[in-house]
Each structure stands twice: as structure tokens, then as C-alpha cells.
């Protein structure tokens, strides 16, 4: 299933749920899709945000030796 944003000519937005691409290419031929605010059937798919689910967060990075200048054991040290 797929929930696409749609807009009519008035600029009114709603949600509608088509099983797959295909079925809102049909529909919209078809003259089946029409807004339910005003019965608009010029209708197309609104811009959206594709919803991205949260990813694990990353490790945390190597604790440096916490000195401004290297620990000495930096291939740069006393390069600074």
C-alpha cells in the first residue's frame, strides 16, 4: 500500500491509499480520483517527504588523548 498526497487545482490536499503506483496512474486516467473538499477531479500528487525511518545512531568516535597538542604517539606529534 502506498498513502500519496494529493492536491487539487483549488490547492486543497488530501491523503489517498492506492494498493501501487499503477493503481493511481488508473484512477487518475480514469477520472476516478476527485477532492473531497470540493469534487475537483484535476488532482495530482502533492510534494512529500518521503517518511525515512530513524537509523541507529553511529558508535561514538575513539576517545582521544584529550590534550590540545596529541598524546606523542600521532605519527604528526611534535609537528604542531
Given at each position: 500500500?502506498i498513502l500519496y498526497t494529493l492536491r487539487c487545482s ?31 477531479k484535476e488532482v495530482a500528487k502533492a510534494i512529500m ?32
Open positions: 500500500m483549488h490547492d486543497h490536499h488530501f491523503e489517498e491509499w492506492f494498493s501501487n503506483s499503477a493503481e493511481y496512474d488508473t484512477r487518475k486516467d480514469d477520472g476516478a480520483l476527485s477532492c473531497p473538499e470540493c469534487g475537483d517527504a518521503p517518511n525515512v525511518g530513524k537509523s541507529r545512531s553511529a558508535p561514538a568516535p575513539a576517545p582521544s588523548c584529550g590534550t590540545p597538542m596529541g598524546c606523542g604517539g600521532c605519527p604528526m606529534a611534535g609537528q604542531h
